[in-house]
């Protein structure tokens, strides 16, 4: 039996987990976040990284600690389990997370270059049906993966993207702009929000299964090393993800005067590329988006396709869900950015919290050793709560309930979640201990 990785192995493993997590809007948050802090942006980005990369390596670890999420999340409880993994893949997945991916190189990169009168939706149909396709053939051999993201399309786009970056270094473009009104009154809770938009603690409970069974397909089968690699790759992956971030967040900042007005972050890039390398900066652009949207939609559909495949026991096989994952993103991804992103934001708000409560009470459990009560009680009061924020988002509210939540203290910062989920764990935790639960192993 193999105890170890290679060097190269275990780079490429990496690699391929930074590309997982890297899609389109990686690439849009962190310059519109230097844009909008400005002389901020360095306290801000820290704050972000806690939830743009270092919950997403929790996560990661915390799947590889219990051997997938469906054995993470039945610490709650079956159903819990059931509903919250399944959630959890289709909204990262066909639901959301997919289509976004297909959707985002297109209308934020190559539009911007297309002439005025062309048929954008025709363009759109053909862009996308291309890049589905290209995702397909990826993901129909799980085993090749390490082989195909790790070694050729992510290191590729890390190349494509130091590129740009030095190249608006040397430059010398240095004009930021003053700290938008949101970063001056709380610069740290708003780069902490500013990191659930890019799903990736979520997607990294998806993606922990994906990278121990990558880890596995060198013949590594021993529980103990594959958990060791996975904590470490998390770590380099999370190390390179928050360098990538920092780049990016400094064009966002230095381009500020620049790019004053711009709605998003594709925009910034737009312009810098096209004020640093002219006509080459959208080939080079399109390039760096559609790399990037790519290795997370492999990832993605992958990652679903696998759950459900199990899910079913293999009634309805691998290779069909990857058929079924593809051809419904590909559908969704063509009514547009604007929908797909209106429904994001309220799912975000409600499933983000679930999952850091989760992902949190995994990583110290072996230390506290929580029971089944405080499981249950915590995760549900929490998720109540997240719901009803993430319906308040949406503009829809619960009779009572929502008017007593806006009370909580942090709601209007959007963690209105974190005091009544950590009160409830001490409280349940008390109790198990005078009544002598047994702990959940």
């Not at 170890?4 to 275990?10: A, C, E, G, K, Y």
């Not at 990686?26 to 919950?55: D, E, K, R, W």
């Not at 959707?103 to 996308?128: D, I, W």
């Not at 009544?420 to 198990?432: A, E, Q």
Request: proline share 4%; hydrophobic share 55%.
């Amino acid at each position: 039996m193999k105890k170890s990785l290679s060097r190269n192995q275990f780079l490429s493993v990496s690699i391929m987990l930074f590309g997982l997590f890297f899609g389109a809007g990686n690439l849009i948050f962190p310059p519109m976040l230097g844009h909008q802090a400005g002389n901020l942006t360095f306290v801000s980005l820290l704050f972000f990284a806690v939830t743009a990369v270092v919950f997403p390596v929790l996560a990661v670890i915390s799947v590889a600690k219990t051997s997938g999420l469906t054995n993470l999340a039945n610490r709650v409880g079956p159903l819990f389990s059931l509903v919250f993994t399944s959630l959890i893949y289709l909204s990262i997945g066909p639901g959301l997370g997919i289509p976004r991916a297909g959707s985002l190189p297109f209308e934020m990169a190559v539009q911007q270059y297309l002439p005025e009168g062309v048929n954008v939706f025709s363009l759109r149909l053909l862009y996308t049906l291309f890049f589905f396709l290209s995702a397909f053939l990826i993901s129909l051999n799980p085993s090749k993966l390490v082989n195909r993201v790790g070694k050729v399309l992510t290191p590729t786009l890390l190349v494509l993207i130091l590129f740009m970056f030095v190249g608006v270094v040397a430059s010398g473009i240095n004009a930021p702009s003053q700290p938008v009104e949101a970063y001056v009154t709380n610069a740290p809770v708003k780069g902490f929000l500013e990191g659930y938009n890019t799903m990736d603690a979520i997607a990294g409970l998806n993606f922990g299964l994906v990278i121990a069974l990558a880890i596995k397909s060198f013949h590594v089968k021993d529980e103990k090393h594959v958990m060791g690699y996975t904590v470490k790759a998390g770590f380099l992956a999370g190390t390179v993800l928050f360098v990538i971030y920092a780049m990016l967040s400094y064009v966002g900042m230095v381009t500020g005067q620049m790019t004053a007005g711009a709605e998003n972050g594709a925009q910034i890039l737009v312009a810098t590329v096209n004020k640093v390398f002219g006509n080459f900066g959208g080939v080079l652009l399109v390039s760096i988006f559609t790399l990037a949207c790519l290795t997370t939609c492999v990832g993605l559909i992958t990652s679903g396709s696998e759950y459900f495949a199990k899910l079913t026991n293999n009634k309805i096989s691998y290779k069909k869900w990857t058929v079924f994952f593809t051809v419904f993103s590909f559908v969704v991804a063509n009514f547009g950015l604007n929908t797909i992103l209106a429904v994001s934001v309220p799912v975000l708000v409600s499933i983000y919290p679930v999952s850091l409560t989760l992902i949190l009470l995994t990583l110290v459990h072996d230390k506290l050793g929580f029971s089944k009560l405080a499981y249950k009680a915590t995760i549900y009061v929490v998720s109540v709560i997240a719901v009803v924020e993430g319906l308040l988002v949406a503009k829809i509210e619960v009779p009572g309930l929502t008017a007593l939540i806006k009370q909580l203290p942090l709601f209007g910062q959007s963690l209105g979640w974190l005091l009544p989920g950590f009160v409830v764990l001490i409280v349940t935790m008390v109790v198990s201990k005078l009544l002598k639960l047994e702990k959940v192993k």
